[in-house]
């Protein structure tokens, strides 16, 4: 599982997605990510995002959210709305923490 955050610039935690599962369903059904975002998260490792790539990765993930059935949709966008909520945040970033 991939605990998603959204941390200050010391690497305190400011907010934590609480269905972190979303990803990985979200993500099971794609063949590859070829986007300049999400082919860089390691689940096993800490991946951070800083202000500039945060709106890049959220129109990656909003371009999987159109193609996945209603039942995840609803989650999907959640998550979407919780990274784009640290979008414009001095010294904010949204960090992906692998087992």
Known sequence: MID???????????AEFEDADVLKELLAGQSSLT?????????????TFNQLQ???????????????PPALRARANALVAFI??????VHTY?????D
């Open 4 to 14: 998603i955050l959204r941390v200050d610039e010391d690497g305190r935690t400011i």
């Open 35 to 47: 986007g300049c975002c999400l082919r860089f998260l390691d689940p096993y490792g800490d991946t």
């Open 54 to 68: 945060i709106p890049v990765l959220v129109d990656e993930l909003r371009s999987i959210v159109v193609e996945v």
């Open 84 to 89: 784009e909520s640290a979008r414009g945040e």
């Open 94 to 98: 949204i960090k992906f923490m692998g």
